[in-house]
């Protein structure tokens, strides 16, 4: 008796972990796919393979990412860079740092649309306050990367009257 139940323990969690498995695959076949169709510019189905990449692994922040990533893109071309779409994107790379806090391209996307929204709107401190807080936490989370080091310097600059004197230093010691 004891011997079928463990069986039965076994059996049922194999099944598990191969399901599991099976989720992550198809999320990357699913993310593969949304990024070929990206680039042929089929946005629709691309939007959708994005979002079924990230319920097929909700784990993987990367997937979130690149979901934030097309649809600023996707906005930049069909909206003309309106806010319409800044708050769900927002959301998107929050929830990516949420799974993970150490994720320095999600902290400079965020910055970058925190950015964008300070041209559109007439609280571009608040903004830029924003961008460079999440710029400061990328260089924290990756100091020696080139491409952090390189996005956050060069993205800085197109607000460098509002920085103060140590954001300014920093960004200069990024660039060296």
Not at 2 to 23: A, D, H, P, S
Not at 79 to 103: C, M, Q, T, V
Not at 144 to 157: E, H, I, P, R
Request: aromatic residues 12%; glycine residues 4%.
């Amino acid at each position: 008796m004891k011997q079928t139940i463990f069986n039965i323990i076994l059996v049922t969690t194999l099944i598990f972990i191969t399901l599991l498995l099976g989720c992550f695959y198809m999320a990357d076949v699913q993310h593969r796919k949304a990024n070929e169709l990206r680039t042929q510019y089929r946005w629709r189905l691309a939007e959708k393979k994005y979002k079924l990449a990230s319920k097929l692994n909700p784990i993987h922040s990367y997937y979130l990412c690149d979901l934030g990533d097309f649809l600023a893109e996707k906005g930049a071309y069909l909206e003309n860079g309106k806010p319409i779409h800044f708050k769900n994107i927002e959301r998107i790379y929050d929830s990516a740092l949420r799974l993970n806090p150490w994720n320095a391209k999600a902290m400079i996307q965020l910055g970058k649309i925190q950015f964008a929204q300070s041209t559109l709107n007439n609280k571009r401190g608040i903004y830029i306050a924003k961008a460079m807080s999440n710029f400061k936490k990328a260089l924290y989370a990756n100091p020696n990367g080139f491409n952090t080091c390189y996005q956050v310097a060069y993205l800085s600059m197109h607000a460098w009257k509002e920085l103060d004197n140590a954001e300014r230093e920093l960004i200069i010691s990024k660039l060296k």
